[in-house]
């Protein structure tokens, strides 16, 4: 008889503890929803701005693709006849295979630079040159590149600084109007953006540089490996991550490249350092084939996630 009570007893407490379970996980649903709903609010203003001035841009774009307009009239629609004029136009063309040599100067040449530069930095770290050196290799980067251009412009005329020093050293003959010829204007302006672009990879090298176990560097002097090998084995491995981010953001650079290149030549002598961000300026500002202009900057865009995407993967390996 006493053993009723004794075996209704924990029924009434599993039946409490039910309810203080279902108590407790409604309030942490309604904590998580609340702390969901304020993140979404801060995010807000962020995700406003970037859908109206990046996806309805490129939305608005895409449309006008398909038109033949002038940017004032009504307009015509075409279909894909824009992106048979982008693909059949041998100076659109043009500008895009100019795009590509400049991922020599602005992506290939500053990366290899940085990295020698911020390896040699990293082993006199505790002088003060080093400090020197990295505020001189970085100072090009904040520049606006408008001023850059002109800079660089002035340097390199006839008269400039460029073609004296070669004269005070015996290389008059060589001297020209270095932007304006055909056959240097297009690496002068590349060795522009190169000077530019130096600066980032440098700190983004040299920061990857920091994390790197100094004990790699005693034992692969205890193996033996001089500086060369100690590069190749320890510090390269060490900063593929940056390499990667320097490599996408210089290719990045190259292929949408604008400001040094409208300011140094405006895409002359000729065409021959006209580049696709140009061309689609010309194209819906100066000719008003609004249409051409949007086509050609869809192309742009898919062309560089088609070359980043994969580059990164690659650079970064298993990481990714």
């Known amino acids: 008889m006493t053993s009723a009570p ?11 503890a039910a309810l203080d379970d279902t108590g407790l996980r409604k309030r942490r649903r309604r904590r998580r929803f609340r702390a969901s709903v304020a993140a979404y609010l801060l995010v807000l203003p962020a995700a406003a701005f970037y859908i109206f001035f990046v996806l309805r841009p490129i939305t608005l774009s895409a449309q006008y693709s398909f038109y033949e307009w002038n940017g004032i009239g009504p307009a015509t ?5 824009n992106y048979v004029e982008v693909f059949s136009n041998p100076k659109l063309i043009g500008a895009i295979l100019n795009a590509f040599e400049l991922i020599i100067y602005f992506s290939l040449i500053p990366v290899a630079i940085a990295l020698v530069a911020a390896n040699m930095i ?24 408008v001023a850059a251009g002109i800079m660089w412009s002035w340097q390199l005329s006839t ?3 460029v073609n004296q020093l070669l004269g005070l050293i015996g290389l008059g003959g060589v001297t020209k109007a270095w932007l304006g010829d055909f056959s240097t204007a297009l690496p002068a302006v ?3 953006g190169a000077w530019v672009q130096v600066g980032l990879c440098l700190v983004l090298i040299l920061a990857g540089m920091t994390k790197v176990d100094p004990a ?4 692969a002097r205890l193996d033996g490996a001089g500086p060369v090998r100690e590069f190749l084995s320890v510090t390269l491995p060490g900063v593929r991550q940056e390499v990667a981010v ?12 604008f400001d040094i290149i409208y300011i140094a030549t405006q895409g002359g002598p000729g065409d021959s ?7 689609i300026f010309y194209l819906a500002f100066y000719e008003r084939e609004i249409g051409t202009a949007s086509a050609f900057a869809l192309v742009l865009m898919a062309l560089v996630l088609l070359i980043v995407l994969p580059l990164q993967r690659i650079l970064r390996g298993k990481e990714s």
């Open 159 to 161: 008269n400039g600084l």
């Open 246 to 257: 320097c490599i996408t953001v210089t290719v990045i650079a190259a292929l949408a490249s």
């Open 216 to 219: 790699l560097y005693e034992a």
């Open 6 to 16: 004794a075996a209704a007893a924990p029924v009434v407490a599993t039946g409490a």
């Open 122 to 145: 990293r082993a006199i770290a505790a002088s003060r040159l080093a400090g020197v050196a990295r505020t001189v290799l970085f100072l090009p980067q904040v520049i606006p590149l």
């Open 77 to 81: 629609w075409v279909g894909f006849a």
């Open 190 to 192: 590349g060795v522009i």
């Open 273 to 279: 350092t006209l580049v696709p961000g140009l061309q």
